[in-house]
């Protein structure tokens, strides 16, 4: 949530500032602002709304010379989104600068010793208190007043901070919240994000927890927080600069779905050696595995529905007890962990704060945790016992659709090598499965085919208040997702239940017209789901029903089918989820909906 963007060097900074905050637009913001020093005292310009108000005021930055600044996108959580709120924000002299993603847990108690002090707050943020802090503590020192205020505030944070009095620093720290730090041959970068600063730099290092960085014009220095000073290697980016612009498409989230054979082909293929699944990353031996008493799956969002999907073929497959947990929850439930149980967290941007949070709850009681991200170096990578990257390639919108697809495939792999291992599985049945997974990046790229039909029906449903989804099994995973992609692109409310449920409650909400999509790739619960088809139907229902080549006799029962390629039933989720995601794209792009940033939403999700 938020973005933060700082530059200090040979070239004008504003610029720089606002490019950067352009390229973190997707993690959801509600107003911007930048402060710069030029070369008297520190400026600064901000405002509610949409970056480019902030653009127009600065006259594209003209308006704030100066080689240093910081820069920030906000996401209210106190404060309502105004002017005032915005950030950056001053000390009451103006001589202190700061931008801040996350929360000051204790910033009421702080507020009140300050105001009792004689400080006077103009906003309503906590973010006012870490910068009027700031001031208490500074005495000409900037790293002992920022050690000072890392002791004394609770919460999480990154920030950026300036000193009028030394205007040749930027200094930058973390506490459970993203931020890199970047260096090239004209200067250097903080960033909540790569894309923020991949057009001038590849050049990153990675800040751990309770870190401290000095940033001049020249070079970086890291320190702890009782300041003695840290070596760090930097890291390379690897990524294709075009990847995170959109190539033509109306929207990152359009050509993100486009991009999901290749994605899905990337990460299957580095894991595949000889006809054999390969997960050297994994650190588990034969032994350990066989000896798994049970698997947790911690999660967020999408991430959570590919861990209800796992549980699924994990159980059946390789007959492993699985429990799927929203990481929000699990953190708070004081799970019973034992020995030989495997914990997976699973997240986009490996920096998901509930799911981080469960991962350190996981470590702590023991349990040997394998995090599933995409982003290198991000918190849950480097903290994880192992990690499994999912090779996704940036994913700019908010709405995750090839992350989604990529996390799926890494499951599926680490559910054969676990059937294989234990003996739930002949290796005849693995190959059979690799065999399986080979077709779909082809069996995804055929269902690129379905776009002009889903935005045709998607047109009759623009207006649509209510629809819901049902589905068995696997097929009720992936109507979670596909419901939550409705939500989260058109904001039409929409359910996803099981289908046998239906009965005991959601029924009553059917009326004519209603709209239900009814998944049906599972071949053994076809019947099963027909007949809730049926009851819905019955109540003057109209349904899409999502299901495989090959089961004609749903048309009879159905008012609209989309047919998906066979494939294992263990796989469908990747290929039923296709046409699911350009339904909720064209209905939101049908309402005039901001398809890439939802209103409220955030990509990175830092904090509780």
Not at 185 to 208: Q, W
Not at 284 to 299: C, G, M, S
Not at 551 to 572: L, M, R, S
Request: with cysteine; glycine share 8%.
């Amino acid at each position: 949530m938020c973005g933060i963007v700082g530059y200090i060097g040979k070239k004008q900074a504003a610029p720089i500032i606002l490019d950067g905050l352009a390229k973190l637009e997707y993690r959801g913001y509600d107003s911007a602002g930048m402060a710069i020093f030029d070369g008297e005292s520190i400026k600064m310009m901000k405002s509610a709304g949409r970056l480019q108000a902030l653009v127009d005021l600065s006259h594209g930055g003209d308006l704030l010379p100066g080689t240093a600044g910081i820069g920030h996108t906000r996401w209210a959580t106190h404060g309502k989104p105004s002017d005032l709120n915005a950030h950056p924000h001053f000390n009451t002299r103006g001589t202190i600068s700061i931008v801040h993603n996350g929360i000051i847990e204790n910033y009421q108690a702080l507020k009140l010793m300050l105001e009792a002090k004689g400080y006077v707050f103009q906003s309503e943020t906590d973010t006012e208190v870490v910068a009027q802090l700031l001031d208490f503590y500074y005495r000409g020192n900037p790293m002992e007043a920022v050690t000072k205020v890392m002791h004394r505030v609770e919460g999480s944070y990154a920030l950026g901070i300036m000193f009028s009095d030394h205007p040749d620093e930027i200094y930058a720290v973390r506490k459970s919240s993203p931020l890199i730090v970047g260096q090239s041959e004209e200067g250097c970068f903080i960033a909540s994000d790569v894309p923020a600063i991949l057009k001038y730099t590849r050049t990153v290092f990675y800040t751990d927890d309770q870190e401290i960085v000095k940033l001049t014009a020249d070079g970086i220095e890291f320190f702890t927080v009782d300041e003695e000073k840290i070596e760090k290697e930097a890291v390379t980016i690897e990524w294709d600069a075009n990847a995170a612009e959109k190539g033509g498409y109306e929207h990152f989230l359009l050509k993100e779905i486009y991009e999901q054979p290749e994605t899905v082909d990337k990460t299957l293929s580095p894991r595949l050696k000889d006809g054999r699944i390969v997960i050297e990353e994994l650190g588990l031996t034969d032994e350990e595995i066989k000896a798994l008493r049970k698997i947790y799956i911690v999660a967020c969002g999408s991430a959570y529905h590919v861990g209800i999907t796992s549980k699924y073929i994990i159980e059946e497959m390789a007959r492993i007890p699985v429990e799927v947990d929203v990481a929000s929850e699990f953190r708070y439930r004081n799970p019973i962990l034992m020995e030989g149980d495997l914990v997976i967290v699973i997240s986009q941007s490996g920096e998901t704060a509930d799911t981080l949070e469960g991962l350190r709850i996981s470590k702590r009681l023991g349990c040997k945790v394998l995090g599933i991200v995409n982003v290198v170096g991000s918190s849950i990578a480097r903290e994880a016992d192992n990690v499994m990257y999912t090779w996704a390639g940036p994913e700019i919108s908010v709405a995750t659709t090839k992350a989604y697809s990529a996390q799926l495939i890494n499951m599926y792999l680490l559910a054969i090598k676990l059937a294989t291992v234990r003996g739930a599985i002949s290796d005849a049945k693995a190959a059979a499965f690799i065999k399986e997974l080979n077709k779909l990046p082809e069996q995804i790229e055929l269902l690129m085919g379905c776009k002009e039909r889903m935005q045709k029906f998607a047109n009759r449903y623009v207006g649509a208040q209510d629809i819901y989804f049902i589905g068995r099994g696997i097929d009720y995973a992936i109507s979670l997702e596909g419901s939550l992609k409705l939500k989260e692109l058109s904001y039409v409310h929409s359910e996803a239940y099981p289908a046998g449920e239906l009965k005991h409650g959601p029924i009553s909400l059917i009326d004519k017209g209603t709209l239900v999509v009814a998944v049906l790739t599972q071949e053994e619960l076809y019947q099963k789901t027909i007949s809730n088809i049926v009851e819905v139907k019955s109540r003057g229902a109209f349904v899409m029903a999502v299901t495989t080549v090959g089961n004609e006799e749903i048309e009879k029962v159905a008012d609209y089918v989309v047919y998906i390629p066979q494939t294992d039933k263990f796989f469908t989720d990747s290929l039923a989820i296709v046409p699911l995601q350009f339904f909720s794209y064209y209905v939101a792009v049908g309402k005039g909906c901001d398809v890439d940033k939802p209103r409220n939403l955030a990509k990175s999700v830092t904090v509780e």
